[in-house]
């Protein structure tokens, strides 16, 4: 069975920082007030109990095929979605938003880097 754990996906350390954020924003967006019950599946492609149980499995560490999707999703929506949830996001995420995109950019930049990586989804 190929790895699509996120260390695999991204290259990621789960020790490190960009971990640690990564694991609070996915919390943020399962659990948080960031995202309307109505607009959450048209925004994440999953119903907020199914993208909690992804995002649970991630945080484990599991081999998730939808692991690159979760994480990216979750990261650009927090930032770019109109929440105004300004005041809750420090009681969510430690990381300010400058520092979640930097995040997302190394993430993405990973997933450039390597492009076999979204063909390991068909496999």
């Excluded at 609070?24 to 995202?35: I, K, N, S, T, Y």
């Excluded at 199914?50 to 499995?57: G, I, N, Q, V, Y």
């Excluded at 949830?85 to 990381?95: E, F, M, N, T």
Aim: net charge negative; with cysteine.
């Amino acid at each position: 069975m190929t790895d699509r754990s996120l260390n695999a996906l991204f290259g990621m350390d789960r020790q490190g920082r960009d971990w640690a954020v990564i694991v609070q924003c996915l919390r943020a967006c399962a659990d948080g007030p960031f995202f309307p019950e109505s607009e959450f599946q048209t925004l994440f492609g999953l119903t907020r109990p199914e993208f909690r149980e992804l995002a649970a499995e991630v945080v484990a560490g599991a081999a998730v095929i939808d692991a690159q999707d979760a994480v990216v999703n979750a990261l650009n929506h927090l930032l770019g979605y109109p929440h105004d949830q300004d005041a809750a996001w420090p009681l969510w995420v430690s990381a300010s938003p400058d520092e979640v995109s930097h995040v997302l950019q190394r993430c993405l930049g990973s997933m450039s880097a390597n492009p076999q990586l979204k063909t390991l989804e068909a496999s």
